[in-house]
């Protein structure tokens, strides 16, 4: 494995979770979210909901990615008080602190694709070229029409985060009794608690006459979410191998996403991907800090190369890069032609 600086751990040191540095992100967070819920109330008829569910949309992600330092045990300094803040922040994005248990792999196996877990080496491109190419006729279409992004960034976050994951990793537990340490009685405890906490929050938004705006806020959330993690992991140079490092699924297996500065705080320091994957648990709020005191060689993206990325949709084993649908046919005739 490649050896960690001890300039690494110090930064790692100096900028770990504070309780100081977490009470005034929540705070401020809590304050703009609560402004936004009240606008979003207040303009219901409006077409200032133009703008307030956009608005609350974004808030939605920050309250995510809280949840997800919370579930990371990264957010406070404290096991207890980050498992308690995981909830209410699960409540308000609809996600058990359960999703967690399939994160923690992701982290151990990004990129790499011959591991022990048993896991994809990407989890938005499940498939090789060689892989691809055995399915049939009709599964290649219905991968094709799952991945034009119109629906796999579209419909399929949402339909995951609102109805699939609130049940799933007890339905993994239960069939894969391995899969995850925690036990089934404990993964349901979770999934209940949090869908009667998810309920009364819809419930809530229904009594006030803005569900229809939250699940607005909901697909634009979602589909957002995705296509962040996406271009996480999911770009050229490929970070894709059989000798794997957790140092090198940060550097070379994420991005650096090059976000507009109107919108970093909607992100919180997770465009500095390549910091969290080599240590999960330094905080979000102290990422872009912990990135300015370094001088990593790291793969930048900018928005239209997120956006391009958005069509990769298989990984090239033989030249070793993630490649198009176009790219895939376009081999595939040409080689054919040759045959011919």
């Known amino acids: 494995m490649t050896p960690i600086l001890m300039s690494d751990i110090d930064l790692f040191v100096k900028y770990k ?48 990615l809280i ?60 498939y090789t070229k060689r892989k691809f190419l055995l399915k049939s006729k009709w599964e290649k279409r219905k991968y094709m029409i799952l991945k034009h992004p119109l629906v796999f960034f579209g419909i399929v976050p949402f339909l995951y985060f609102v109805f699939v994951q609130r049940y799933v990793f007890a339905l993994k537990k239960y069939k894969h009794p391995s899969a995850f340490k925690e036990s089934l009685v404990r993964i349901i405890t979770e999934h209940i608690l949090n869908n009667v906490l998810s309920f009364v929050y819809l419930y809530n938004m229904y009594q006030y006459e803005i569900l ?15 296509m962040l993690f996406h271009n996480q992991h999911t770009f050229n140079p490929s970070y894709v191998v059989k000798e794997w490092s957790q140092r090198d699924s940060g550097l070379k297996g994420s991005s650096f996403i090059q976000i507009p500065w109107f919108l970093k705080y909607f992100f919180m320091g997770i465009e500095y991907h390549h910091i969290h994957h080599m240590y999960s648990k330094l905080p979000g709020y102290n990422l872009q800090k912990y990135h300015e005191e370094t001088n990593h060689d790291i793969v930048e993206l900018s928005m239209r190369e997120c956006y391009n990325n958005l069509w990769l949709v298989m990984y090239d084993e033989e030249n070793e890069k993630y490649i198009t ?16």
């Open 17 to 64: 979770s504070s309780y100081y540095y977490s009470f005034m992100d929540l705070s401020t967070h809590s304050i703009y979210f609560t402004l936004g819920m009240y606008l979003l109330w207040y303009f219901r008829y409006t077409f200032a909901s133009l703008i307030t569910i956009p608005f609350m949309s974004l808030m939605t992600v920050r309250t995510f």
């Open 67 to 126: 949840f997800h330092d919370c579930c990371h045990n990264s957010y406070t300094p404290n096991r207890v008080l980050n498992y308690i803040l995981s909830h209410i922040s699960g409540t308000f994005v609809l996600t058990s602190p359960n999703w967690i248990l399939g994160h923690h792999t992701h982290h151990l196996t990004n990129g790499h694709i011959k591991n022990d877990h048993h896991y994809l080496f990407n989890e938005t491109v499940p």
């Open 212 to 226: 229809p705006h939250f699940f607005g806020i909901a697909l634009f959330a979602t589909s957002l979410a995705f």
């Open 325 to 340: 649908f176009d790219d895939f046919y376009h081999e595939v005739n040409h080689v054919s032609i040759k045959i011919d």
